[in-house]
């Protein structure tokens, strides 16, 4: 059977991938990019990686912030990162939680993360070979959804390496993780 598209993929967890995760984060006073993730997607993209960004945003669900306030933070964040040299293709965001305090948001959710809802959608809408993308997260659930989703390259930014899972790459730094993309 033929692959319909051969593009390849970079797809990130946004809170402690492209921003300091201070929890919660849903409103641009929050929000803090990290310094060294601007030359890191400049470089993927120059690569030849198509760029999707799929967080869990559950801080909706529990009445921290709306999804206006997110939506709005969102499109700060793609013209910075515009700004920067930066064109995400896609942005995914999982606003239910099972514990959830707002009753629309209070649920289940296939898209989110551990499951490979989002991963699922992103190879899909942007015509990815999962066999020829990547995933950078920074926690496990980031590394089972990447992997429920077929991505080959699953790459965990941690200093943890005491609960590596099988098939994923601990990394320490944009820099290494740059370097298996490359490989």
Not at 145 to 153: D, F, N, P, Q, R
Request: charged residues 30%; glycine residues 8%; proline residues 4%.
């Amino acid at each position: 059977m033929q692959k319909v598209s051969q593009r390849r993929g970079l797809l990130l967890d946004r809170d402690g991938i492209i921003n300091v995760d201070h929890g919660y984060v849903g409103k641009r006073e929050r929000f803090e990019f990290i310094p060294a993730v601007f030359p890191f997607l400049r470089a993927a993209q120059d690569i030849g990686f198509r760029l999707a960004i799929v967080t869990n945003q559950s801080g909706v669900a529990r009445g921290q912030y709306t999804k206006q306030d997110y939506q709005q933070l969102t499109e700060w964040m793609l013209k910075e990162l515009a700004r920067e040299g930066t064109a995400v293709d896609l942005v995914l965001a999982c606003f239910e939680h099972a514990e959830g305090t707002v009753a629309e948001y209070r649920r289940e959710s296939f898209w989110r993360k551990p499951n490979p809802g989002m991963v699922l959608e992103s190879v899909q809408r942007l015509r990815l070979d999962p066999d020829r993308s990547a995933f950078l997260g920074d926690n496990e659930r980031d590394m089972e959804a990447a992997e429920l989703g077929g991505i080959k390259t699953c790459l965990w930014l941690t200093d943890n390496t005491e609960r590596k899972p099988p098939n994923v790459n601990i990394v320490r730094s944009y820099d290494e993780a740059l370097k298996i993309l490359r490989d």
